[in-house]
């Protein structure tokens, strides 16, 4: 066992690792999803591009982007303006 694994307390008698990579993966994951890091920065930390932490955030049923009601003002005012432009 590499001393780079993490172990999991868990309610079991029995010992359980889980490697550095995944540890840092599920750990960018989910610092992502409470907002405490960027795409970004997730992803630098996870050692993956953009698309490969993209793709880890869907596998675990995570949100990419999460649209805000200040996003749905934004897109009727831009939809607004471009309907007045038409007219």
């Known amino acids: 066992m590499s001393a780079a694994a993490f172990r999991l307390l868990e309610n079991s008698s029995e010992d359980h690792f889980l490697p550095e990579d995944d540890a840092r993966l599920e750990l960018a994951c989910r610092f992502f999803d409470a907002n405490r890091l960027t795409l970004h920065q997730a992803a630098n930390w996870a050692g993956l591009d953009r698309l490969g ?14 649209y805000t009601e200040e996003d749905l003002q934004g897109d009727l005012e831009t939809i607004k303006h471009f309907g007045e432009a038409l007219t």
């Open 53 to 66: 932490m993209e793709a880890a955030l869907v596998q675990r049923g995570l949100p990419i982007y999460r």
